[in-house]
């Protein structure tokens, strides 16, 4: 099956296929994140929680007790970003928090009765419809989309170690 932009291209020439294909690329790129933006909005408005409180809730509906850090981890945010985050969602009657027995050390966090209604009622967010909806493409298809975005990512110049917790993206700058 030719898609309307594979004969678009066809037609016209070398110049005009990349610049076509790379806008194109671009706005469905920009596409997703508004996307993201107002599935997020509408989670909001009708949960009263964040995309990524709803993520977390989620998250802890399948697999509670999770630590804190592991709930960071889940975000691909540190544990300093998470922490009040998972205060708020405490605050709200979302989550309730508790020492570990073995390691004191340790906040283990679980869903409240609350928090699961939330979920159950709620619309998923785009990050967790890919994570439902992926694993259930042909694994063609998952590998040319991830070869795609390492492409993507790389064109841009990400550079994954300067997002990691503990990098120096997250420290604070010292002056010799």
């Given amino acids: 099956m030719i898609s309307s932009l594979m004969v678009l291209c066809?037609?016209?020439?070398?110049m005009d296929t990349a610049r076509d294909l790379a806008g194109s690329i671009v706005h469905r790129y920009l596409t997703l994140m508004r996307y993201r933006r107002y599935r997020s909005h509408l989670i909001r408005k009708t949960t009263n929680v964040?995309?990524?409180?709803?993520?977390?809730?989620r998250h802890l509906v399948q697999s509670a007790p999770l630590t804190v850090r592991e709930i960071s981890r889940f975000l691909?945010?540190?544990?300093a970003t998470a922490s009040p985050l998972l205060e708020r969602m405490e605050q709200a009657g979302?989550?309730?928090?508790?020492?570990?027995?073995?390691d004191?050390?340790?906040?283990?966090?679980?869903?409240?009765?609350?928090g699961r209604q939330v979920?159950?009622?709620a619309p998923m967010g785009i990050i967790e419809?890919?994570?439902?909806?992926?694993?259930?493409?042909?694994?063609?298809?998952?590998?040319a989309m991830d070869e795609a975005l390492k492409k993507l990512s790389a064109l841009v110049g990400v550079d994954e170690s300067l997002l990691n917790r503990g990098s120096h993206y997250h420290r604070?700058?010292?002056h010799p």
């Fill in 10 to 14: 066809l037609q016209g020439g070398p």
């Fill in 50 to 57: 964040s995309g990524r409180q709803l993520a977390v809730l």
């Fill in 76 to 79: 691909y945010v540190r544990d």
């Fill in 94 to 102: 979302y989550v309730t928090k508790r020492r570990c027995v073995e």
């Fill in 104 to 114: 004191s050390r340790e906040v283990l966090v679980e869903p409240t009765e609350l």
């Fill in 119 to 121: 979920v159950s009622q």
């Fill in 129 to 143: 419809l890919m994570r439902v909806r992926l694993p259930d493409l042909p694994v063609g298809e998952l590998v």
């Fill in 172 to 174: 604070r700058r010292q």
